[in-house]
């Protein structure tokens, strides 16, 4: 079993910058990918950006490519999203996610096994 908790939401202005931690505890997650999921009101939850543990490979939706970056820190069992350049379309809450995987670098929800609860991200035009 995988626990996940995001933190590093908030309110933020057009243009500028956040950055979303996600702390893992229950398994080490050496063989587990990673992934950063949003969903705004009335649409779909989709994917933002995924890492695996053990090849540090990466994968970005294209509304991510260029301004946000997904990062892992091994001592900390963390996960890190930094946005920068911010838009108010990025408004949604952000989900933190994981699956059993070396190397996986997935963009479907439906592979992901562990959700964390999310935390709200606002950007003001």
């Known amino acids: 079993q995988v626990q996940l908790v995001e933190s590093g939401g908030g309110l933020v202005q057009a243009g500028g910058s956040l950055r979303l931690s996600c702390a893992a505890s229950?398994?080490?997650?050496?063989?587990?990918?990673m992934g950063w999921f949003r969903q705004a009101p009335g649409k779909e939850r989709e994917f933002v950006a995924a890492?695996?543990?053990?090849?540090?490979?990466?994968n970005y939706a294209d509304s991510a490519k260029g301004r946000f970056t997904i990062s892992k820190d091994n001592s900390r069992n963390t996960v890190y999203l930094q946005m920068n350049s911010l838009k108010p379309e990025d408004t949604a809450v952000y989900y933190c996610?994981?699956?059993?995987?070396?190397?996986?670098?997935?963009?479907?929800?439906?592979?992901?096994?562990?959700w964390g609860q999310g935390t709200q991200v606002t950007v003001s035009s």
């Open positions: 229950g398994r080490t997650l050496v063989t587990y990918t």
């Open positions: 890492i695996n543990w053990w090849r540090r490979s990466t």
């Open positions: 996610a994981a699956y059993f995987s070396p190397s996986g670098d997935s963009s479907r929800t439906q592979d992901y096994d562990y």
